[in-house]
């Protein structure tokens, strides 16, 4: 979930925390930055026959077997794989259109973003980054990317977003015209956060509510793909008040009676490690929410030390509506990686928490202006070291105007 700028203004400005409070400007509008480079085909055919095209694996497949979700996840995120059903579509001037654009992005991606990053956190982020430890991004969709590349040797990844988890379509009914609508879609929904570092909740709304792509798991699938990861099961968990399992069944089946927690779970794996676990739960994260679905918290609280990681989070949580989860993030987190747009740094008292910054604390962009951080420009100002940030994060594009915090709570 990103600038969630629908959200904000749902809520008053209640009584002031402990941490400092700015009130919103007034007459906010949604983050608008210059387009880029468009994953959008404007090569591949159009199918115009009055009778759909049947897909050439329309009857060798049905989404039944686990092995299939990774052909699946491959198959979108452009990469062939041995064997696959998806074979004869693999031989379409459609899929190799959308796997040439998909090529495209992820090498744009690797040269200005991902090889800046790897080579980053293995100096800086070398001492937390554990096999041991969950990542928790709150506000972050399904921006597995950035979460798996800051922090590749994670547990788990518990992501939390408004969107719906959604599911993958029913291919064995799929035609040429309806895959061509689909993979564009695609591609569409996945612009901002290869070409801007973060996704737009009004445009996932836009892309991901239509009847080409339900929800966020594709998104996922193709990240995982991407990042070499095999699909290895595709379940909806349910989370009882005590934060227990409460049960898994097939998502692609109702869910259900009632208003229990949910989320989709994905176990893969890579080459050199064993099966760890995506949960992406669509929750509303306000302290009302939270409130009235307390297994949540409890869930956080049985996996103990977290790393979380805050990106491009609207500012949200300056504001005493979100007091609950940012108050979950300071107990529990082990680390917190963040912008300015996370947690206010008048939260972290320097008994309790050692601080490292990067790049350069610039104000918020227009939209956010009201949330300036007169201490955090002081922090900057007095640390004895800014070490530089190579690459572009959150909200500001550009290195030179990005700003990084790495927050590691002090042992006692």
Known sequence: ??????????????????CQIIPEQPGSRRVKTAPQARLRSTSAPNVTAERPTRSPVQRAISPAKSAEFDQFARFIAGRSSADSPFAPLERTEMWASHSQLCNQAWLRLE???????????????????????????????????????FFPRASDYILVGLEPAGSIPDWSVFSDEDWDKYLGSLRASMEEILNFTFFRTEDMKEHLENEDVSGLLPIL???LART???ILAIERVYIGSNGE???????????RPGRQLMARCIQFQDSTGGPRNL????????????????????FLKKRGALNSFVKAASYLMHRPAFSDVRDVLLGQSACLLQDD?????ECFPEKDWRMHLYGKYDKPIKLFEARYQTGLEQRYAQAGEVRAL???????????????MLARKVSR
Request: net charge neutral.
């Open 1 to 18: 979930m990103k600038t969630v700028v629908s959200l904000i203004l749902l809520f008053a400005i209640a009584p002031s925390f402990s």
């Open 341 to 345: 747009s996370g947690i206010p740094i």
């Open 111 to 149: 040269r200005t973003q991902l090889s800046r990053i790897t080579m980053w956190c293995s100096i800086e982020l070398k001492e937390v980054d554990s096999e041991d430890r969950p990542v928790f991004y709150p506000f972050g969709g399904p921006d597995f990317l950035y979460a798996h590349a």
């Open 221 to 223: 699938l193709f990240f």
């Open 228 to 230: 070499d990861h095999r």
């Open 390 to 404: 190579p690459f572009g994060f959150g909200y500001r594009l550009q290195a030179d105007r990005s700003n990084l």
């Open 279 to 298: 949960y992406y739960f669509p929750l509303d994260l306000s302290n009302y929410s939270l409130r009235a679905r307390p297994g949540f918290a409890a």
């Open 245 to 255: 399992e409460a049960g898994r069944d097939d998502f692609r089946h109702p869910r």
